[in-house]
């Protein structure tokens, strides 16, 4: 079993390697690093790092026997995809019904599809599709 210490330093580091590489961009990288900068400067310290994993650590050690379970990682990632899905949920309920309509479910594709076909003809080729870079290293 990882120790607690062990566990918080390597989440710290890929905590803050990952919010330092991805917090200019925005987005949910944009969010962890202003939850992690807890005095709100700008930065994020080695301090607040331990505070954000101790607390993250807490809440998933449901017993508070300073050890994460299986079944305790499980929960957490339970607690985690149910608040992701009400999330998700949230933004396609674009008319706060408490359901999704068809159109409502297929406004992303949509939107998507409105974004590749960059001829407009209604018609996405090969050509329109985006090509990431593979990455080397």
Do not use: C, Y
Request: net charge neutral; proline share 1%; charged share 30%.
């Amino acid at each position: 079993m990882i120790s607690k210490k062990t566990f918080i330093v390597a989440s710290s580091i890929a905590f803050l390697t990952a919010s330092a590489a991805f917090a200019a961009g925005g987005g949910k990288w944009k969010n962890h690093f202003e939850k992690a900068d807890t005095n709100g400067d700008g930065q994020i310290t080695q301090q607040e790092i331990a505070n954000v994993q101790a607390t993250k650590f807490s809440q998933t050690d449901l017993n508070n026997d300073g050890s994460i379970s299986l079944p305790e990682m499980q929960e957490a990632v339970a607690r985690h995809i149910a608040e992701r899905t009400k999330n998700k949920f949230s933004k396609m309920d674009a008319d706060n019904s408490g359901g999704i309509s068809t159109e409502e479910f297929n406004a992303r594709i949509d939107k998507m599809i409105e974004h590749l076909d960059r001829n407009n003809d209604g018609v996405i080729d090969k050509e329109e599709i985006p090509h990431k870079k593979k990455h080397k290293g």
